[in-house]
């Protein structure tokens, strides 16, 4: 396909954006219907969601995995030793 009207781009590109939401999110943290096609009150709806994760689940965004220089994909265990020989 080699052209596509933008205007069926764009109601596509927003249907798979519902059912991405509709598939991802729990009920309490999915916009409602009115919301759907305004960007402004979707941008602050899921602002308002993060909080609300942040606040539930606890975190910030300056948290970050302490690194101990290990690797546990390369780690040796008793699987991996039998790759060895």
């Known amino acids: 396909m080699e052209y596509v009207p ?15 939401w509709q598939e991802n999110l729990p009920s ?3 916009p ?7 960007d402004w009150e979707l941008k602050d709806h899921f602002i308002k ?5 942040r606040t539930k689940y606890g975190g910030s965004e ?6 101990d220089g290990s690797d546990a994909i390369w780690d040796e265990n008793v699987y991996s030793a039998r790759f060895k020989e």
């Not at 933008?6 to 991405?20: N, R, T, W």
């Not at 969601?49 to 994760?53: K, L, M, P, Q």
């Not at 300056?62 to 690194?67: F, G, K, N, P, T």
């Open 6 to 20: 933008h205007d069926f781009h764009a109601a596509v590109d927003h249907a798979m954006k519902i059912l991405s």
């Open 28 to 30: 309490d943290e999915m």
């Open 32 to 38: 409602p219907h009115w919301m759907w096609n305004l």
């Open 49 to 53: 969601v993060e909080s609300d994760r």
């Open 62 to 67: 300056s948290e970050s995995i302490a690194d």
